[in-house]
């Protein structure tokens, strides 16, 4: 119930705002912004997805061939299951169990990989996605930016998602 209050609050002290703003005067101008479009359309967040794409396949190669390789070796065990002396079918399932545990291992590495690479990125493309945003902001004179993900409803118009696109796209350059 809190976090739903906390959720619901910014959305409402928005609002407020938004009430006030259009008693205050005509000069006072409200925008909106879609901050997660831009980090998926601009060509830093596009290099990041081919990037996320060459890992994500490369994972995906490694993860079968290693499924593959215990189909393989649970078959075999099974198969050799009844002719089998007890140590011997003893040693080869805990192969078998260590062999799964390895391939546990490697798909949790890889996806806290791919998390990590997400994070990065984000941190480092929201502080400049920001500034863009202020800039525009102060140079068209806008009394507010709202980003469209965290509001409750925005006018279309006053959408200026491809302007700080377009100019983060000219001024980003991703840190190697």
Excluded: W
């Excluded at 703003?21 to 290099?47: C, L, P, Q």
């Amino acid at each position: 119930m809190r976090n739903k209050i906390l959720r619901v609050l910014p959305l409402v002290l928005g609002l407020l705002f938004l009430c006030s703003v259009s008693m205050a005067g005509a000069e006072e101008k409200i925008g909106f912004v879609d901050v997660r479009e831009i980090m998926v359309n601009s060509d830093a967040g596009k290099k990041a997805s081919e990037e996320f794409k060459k890992t994500f396949e490369k994972n995906k190669t490694q993860i079968q061939a290693k499924e593959t390789e215990l189909k393989k070796l649970r078959e075999e065990l099974e198969k050799q299951r009844s002719i089998l002396k007890e140590a011997a079918l003893k040693e080869k399932e805990s192969a078998y169990q260590k062999k799964f545990h390895d391939y546990q291992v490697m798909v949790k590495d890889a996806n806290e990989d791919m998390q990590k690479r997400d994070q990065e990125l984000s941190r480092s493309m929201i502080p400049e996605i920001m500034k863009v945003i202020s800039t525009i902001a102060a140079k068209e004179k806008y009394t507010a930016v709202f980003d469209i993900g965290t509001a409750l409803f925005f006018v279309k118009e006053k959408d200026l998602t491809k302007q700080v696109l377009a100019e983060f796209d000219r001024t980003y350059k991703p840190k190697k």
